[in-house]
Each structure stands twice: as C-alpha cells, then as structure tokens.
C-alpha cells in the first residue's frame, strides 16, 4: 500500500504543478522558432542553412490560434562552379492547435500564404505552405521553450491540374521561445 501512496505521488506532483498553467481564459500567443533548414531540392544536392519563424495570434481556450506566421530560411549551394544564395521568405496566415492546456504542450500547426523564392538577383512570388509539430515546456505561466519539425514549401508555378510542381522545400528543425499574455 505504502508503495501505490508513493506512486501516486510520483505520478500526481507534476499534474498539480501543470494545472496551474492551464488556461481558463483566452490569451495572446506569439513565439519565434530558430532552426536548420534542409532543402528537399528538385534535381540539385540538398543543402542546410538557416531559418526562423515569428508568429502571434489568439489562442482560445480549446487550445486553437489562428495566427500569421512569417518564415525565412536561407541557404547557398554550388551549381557548375557557381556559387549561388538562395532565400525563402513566407508570410503565411494559420492554425495551431495546442494539443493539452498544460505545462507540456504539444502543438500542430497548418498555413498557406504568400512565398517568395530568391536566387541572386533573381525573385519569385508563388504560394507558400508551412507545416509543422513540436512541444513547448512552460517553465511560468507565460514564458516557455519548445522543439519543433517543419515542412515548408514555396510554390513559384505547376501545371493546370497542380503537378508538375515548380519551387523549392525544406525541413526546418529547431528550438524557440513561446509566449502568453
């Protein structure tokens, strides 16, 4: 019996500290995201570079935010001896959902915007695509860590029936800051 009281508190400490994090009201939600952005290039060596994600919105009390979310990533490769900086910029209107109102909250997240892909001097507007998952630790009520794993896309042109695909598109991996008010 001793032993289950012990378990039991093992177990139930953590839960009476997180439920003092759950939020009864809606909030404002922002963050910023640093990662490494992995190219899943069409044709050339995928190539590693840096990117970051700023984002806020509203999150209602079911955990759901819709938010604007604006990525970068960038990147250099050498085509034929030339070497050649490539950026992606994003401003991508959303959805995340914050899975459990607790101190360890895990999240998804959805957006579709405008992307625009640059190479050299050479830039161009297409649609662009952000997804995503991770978890943020609220160490204070409003103040929180996270890891997460994205998939962008930024789509520059395709054919009528959307195939034929052309752009570029990268996993972002990373850290960042997650904030409530």
Do not use: C
């Amino acid at each position: 019996m001793r032993n289950l009281l012990v378990i039991a508190a093992i177990i139930g400490t953590p839960a009476a500290a997180s439920a003092q994090i759950h939020r009864e009201t809606a909030s404002l939600s922002m963050g910023v995201d640093f990662g490494a952005a992995i190219t899943e290039s069409q044709g050339a060596d995928s190539v590693t570079g840096p990117a970051f994600l700023v984002r806020g919105g509203y999150e209602f009390r079911n955990g759901v935010t819709p938010e604007l979310a604006i990525s970068y990533g960038h990147w250099s490769r050498n085509v034929l001896g030339t070497d050649i900086s490539e950026s992606a910029l994003s401003v991508l209107p959303g959805l995340r959902w914050s899975i459990l109102a607790s101190a360890v909250r895990p999240w998804i997240s959805l957006h579709i915007g405008y992307g625009r892909l640059t190479a050299g001097d050479t830039g161009l507007d297409g649609i662009g695509l952000n997804t995503g998952a991770g978890v943020d630790w609220f160490f204070t009520p409003r103040v929180g860590a996270g890891l997460h794993v994205t998939w962008n896309k930024v789509v520059i042109s395709s054919d009528s029936m959307g195939g034929n695909q052309q752009g570029e598109a990268w996993v972002d991996t990373g850290a960042g800051l997650a904030l409530l008010w």
